[in-house]
């Protein structure tokens, strides 16, 4: 089956700074990387997604690149802010079964005043 | 629209009792899957639905099991807790792709049930 891997799995970055966040797959039938935020109690949501057809996608704070030849994709966030500190996890999907998410470990990010 | 709920928000449980894990979803999602999450390991699919009256295994079911009677109900059962079994629990839901004439879909997620077996 699937496999992701995620790092780093904690991450402190000055408030204003980039943070990246960085992950990799194992099944390169995977097509679909949804990335999700999790705040301290709360349930997780989903803040950006990218197919496999693409390379990146940006949503004003957020991007996201994709590369397949590598079987990796990262997440980026600029500017940070106090409340981007949170649990962020990425995830992979494979075509059918069910529409199925494999999550990777999280990455807890702090972003420091 | 409450999206998806889930029931109760805490719970705990003595070695070797049983319990029901509701969840219910408004959103008429065929898709839905419950998940535990442990501190450092992400998500763990446990079960799946991909209709009423259609389960299947994900990665970790030992110990659990499922039934979809209806679109908007997939409860988790918990036979004989076990201390191995403490852990956040969420459920999900999404459209099937095929619903939305898309091929992803976004899977929406309870507030999830800590659940302590002692």
């Known amino acids: 089956g699937e496999n992701v891997e995620q790092h780093p799995s904690t991450l402190s970055v000055q408030e204003g700074d980039s943070a990246v966040i960085k992950c990799t797959y194992s099944?390169?039938?995977?097509?679909?990387f949804p990335w999700y935020k999790q705040e301290l109690g709360k349930r997780p949501q989903l803040i950006i997604d990218?197919?496999?057809?693409?390379g990146e996608k940006k949503d004003q704070r957020i991007a996201v690149t994709l590369n397949k030849t590598a079987k990796h994709f990262s997440l980026h966030i600029t500017e940070t802010q106090p409340e981007d500190s949170a649990v962020y996890f990425c995830?992979?999907?494979?075509?059918?079964?069910?529409?199925?998410?494999?999550f990777g470990t999280g990455t807890q990010l702090k972003v420091e005043l | 629209n409450a999206g998806v709920t889930q029931t109760p928000k805490f719970r705990i449980l003595k070695i070797g009792q049983s319990m029901t894990l509701q969840c219910t979803q408004d959103?008429?999602?065929?898709?839905m899957y419950w998940y535990r999450q442990d501190p450092g390991m992400g998500l763990k699919l446990i079960y799946y639905?991909?209709?009423?009256?259609?389960?299947d295994k994900g990665e970790v079911p030992n110990g659990y099991n499922v039934s979809r009677s209806t679109t908007e109900d997939f409860p988790l059962r918990l036979e004989l807790a076990a201390p191995s079994q403490t852990s956040v629990y969420f459920c999900?839901?999404?459209?099937?792709?095929?619903?939305?004439?898309?091929?992803?879909?976004?899977?929406?997620f309870g507030q999830g049930t800590r659940l302590t077996v002692v």
């Open positions: 099944d390169s039938a995977s097509n679909y």
């Open positions: 995830a992979a999907r494979i075509t059918g079964g069910g529409n199925k998410l494999t």
């Open positions: 639905s991909v209709g009423a009256g259609i389960t």
């Open positions: 999900a839901s999404s459209y099937s792709p095929l619903v939305l004439g898309k091929r992803y879909t976004e899977a929406f």
């Open positions: 990218i197919r496999s057809n693409v």
């Open positions: 959103m008429n999602h065929n898709y």
